[in-house]
């Protein structure tokens, strides 16, 4: 492919095409930025074919291409993908590798000490809802205030924390790709 062998680059995009694109509409969660993704990772691809000879890793620098591509998507639009509920539902640590193991605890330590940056009303609503599953109307009875001020309160630490894992996204993100190319 480096020295521009088409047949060698289409052989490549049927191998690969449809990984990349499952793992973009994964976290883009759009069919069209998804293809666009796909495409984009391919063209990179072939614009940098030179350069192909001296890769040690195809999947790895396609890895690394789509990983940007889609990062660069997410930094446009915002993530549009529930991380917390695809770590908490998909992974458990006993089944990772050691380097995804560290990173799934350097998520939970990122939100972690998003919890922890909370003021205190928004805290305590937050890990009432969360850790203890009471409803609304529980919450309002056992803090004191109304059923509207704690959905404000539990919106507003929900929002605060997705805005710091998003500020803290790259380890995250590096994480669920690597995870969902070893699955691929």
Same mark, same amino acid.
Request: net charge negative; glycine share 4%.
């Given at each position: ?10 052989? &490549? ?5 449809? *990984? ?6 994964? %976290?883009?969660? +759009? ?5 666009? /993704?796909?495409?984009? &990772?391919?063209?990179?691809?072939? *614009? ?10 195809? *999947?790895? %620098?396609?890895? /690394? +291409?789509?990983? $940007?591509?889609?990062?660069?998507? #997410? ?12 770590? !908490?539902?998909?992974? !458990? !640590? ?17 939100? #972690? ?12 609503? %937050? ?6 599953? #009471?409803?609304?109307?529980? +919450? ?11 959905? $404000? ?7 605060? +924390? ?12 590096? #994480? ?9």
């Amino acid at each position: 492919m480096a020295e521009g062998d088409d047949a060698a680059f289409n052989l &490549v995009v049927q191998e690969y095409a449809g *990984k990349i694109y499952a793992v973009a509409l994964g %976290y883009i969660k +759009i069919v069209e930025s998804a293809e666009d /993704i796909t495409q984009e &990772v391919f063209y990179k691809m072939w *614009k940098g074919r030179e350069k192909m000879d001296r890769i040690d890793s195809l *999947k790895d %620098y396609l890895f /690394i +291409i789509t990983r $940007n591509e889609v990062l660069s998507a #997410l930094r446009k639009k915002g993530p549009a993908y529930p991380v917390g509920e695809y770590l !908490e539902n998909a992974l !458990e !640590e006993k089944d990772m590798l050691p380097e995804q193991a560290f990173s799934y605890r350097q998520f939970q330590h990122i939100t #972690l000490t998003a919890i922890s940056l909370l003021p205190p009303q928004q805290k305590q609503a %937050y890990l009432l809802s969360r850790e203890e599953g #009471l409803s609304h109307d529980e +919450i309002a009875l056992k803090m004191d205030l109304s059923k509207n001020t704690v959905k $404000n309160h539990i919106v507003a630490a929900l929002n605060f +924390i997705r805005q710091h894992i998003r500020t803290h996204s790259d380890i995250i993100f590096l #994480l669920l790709m690597v995870l969902s190319f070893r699955a691929a």
